[in-house]
């Protein structure tokens, strides 16, 4: 069992059968951890996710709410965060579709 310590993990990471992370499991499989995406698509659905979040941030979004213009007679900042939520939504919606999906040989709950 690792010993966490000021968020940091003493020992590495091992998971129920005593694999350590990286290493080969019966020389089948790698063990990874389950925070780092394992496909491309999941790799470019998290930097997508991250540019819609960072869009509606602090930074941007300052500069964002000095634009005067009128968005379908609301203003622009409320504009620009309607779009960049459905952007997140339509996001969440096709990495369920395509990242996330079963395959047919592992079990369902």
């Known amino acids: 069992m690792p010993i966490i310590t000021h968020a940091r993990i003493s020992t590495p990471y091992v998971n ?6 990286g290493q080969k499991d019966m020389g089948t499989k790698i063990v990874r951890s389950h925070f780092l995406p394992r496909t491309t698509k999941g ?12 869009m509606v941030e ?5 500069f ?5 213009p009128r968005i379908a007679g ?3 900042l409320y504009g620009w965060l309607l779009i960049w939520y ?4 339509i996001g969440a919606i096709i990495t369920a579709k395509y990242v996330w999906k079963v ?4 079990d369902t709950w």
């Open 16 to 21: 129920i059968d005593g694999v350590k992370e």
């Open 64 to 68: 964002a709410n000095k634009i005067h």
């Open 86 to 89: 459905i952007l997140f939504c």
């Open 103 to 106: 395959k047919k040989d592992e």
């Open 43 to 54: 790799t470019v659905m998290v930097v997508y996710f991250l540019i819609c979040y960072l």
């Open 58 to 62: 602090w930074p941007i979004l300052r």
């Open 74 to 76: 609301t203003t622009f």
